[in-house]
């Protein structure tokens, strides 16, 4: 696996699934399938669960490819708003109970093939880390409740006591400063 700043152009990839090509789909998931495996088991927290919500997460991105829209945000951005959305889902449909594992983060970590990607996780997470110590606290923790904790714009809200709008321009500004900080 491959730091994810690097050269890899994810919008050509989903335009070559919409087309029918499988190898791009190999190509995504090679790339990004450790990263989004460690999202889906954030939200649910148990093996076999983001196992499910993974793979149904690539079928769907393969099927809803052609739905990309560049407008919207980035192709990596959307890939990963798909697993996270499926995650959230497999939770409300099903019921599941989402307990706190402490084998966690050592699944995530026995994932890793070798010292050169636990550097690269390790180096995309600290600039990560840094670019989110930059925001203020308000952008802050949106950015952590909607994508660490799974909330919605509106549980947000609720959460901060804010409204809803504010929830979303905050969320949206955070995203940005993030993306010309990472970048």
């Known amino acids: 696996m491959t730091m994810p700043n690097e050269d890899f152009d994810y919008e050509a990839q989903l335009l070559a699934c919409a087309r029918g090509e499988r190898a791009a789909l190999r190509r995504l998931y090679d790339r990004e399938a450790r990263w989004l495996m460690g999202v889906a088991l954030r939200i649910v927290r148990r093996r076999e669960i983001a196992d499910e919500v993974l793979h149904d997460a690539f079928l769907q ?42 084998t966690m983060m050592d699944d995530i970590v026995e994932d890793a093939s070798g010292p050169l990607e636990i550097l690269a996780q390790h180096r995309a997470a600290s600039a990560l880390h840094h670019c989110l110590n930059n925001l203020d606290t308000d952008k802050r923790t949106c950015i952590l409740l909607a994508y660490v904790d799974g909330y919605t714009h509106a549980q ?28």
């Open 61 to 102: 991105i393969w099927s809803k490819a052609s739905t990309y829209n560049p407008s919207l945000g980035s192709a990596r951005g959307w890939i990963y708003s798909v697993v996270r959305h499926r995650a959230l889902n497999t939770i409300r449909d099903s019921h599941h109970e989402v307990p706190a594992s402490e």
């Open 156 to 183: 947000i809200a609720a959460h901060l006591q804010r409204p809803l709008g504010t929830v979303k321009a905050w969320t949206r500004r955070a995203l940005l400063l993030l993306r010309e900080c990472l970048s």
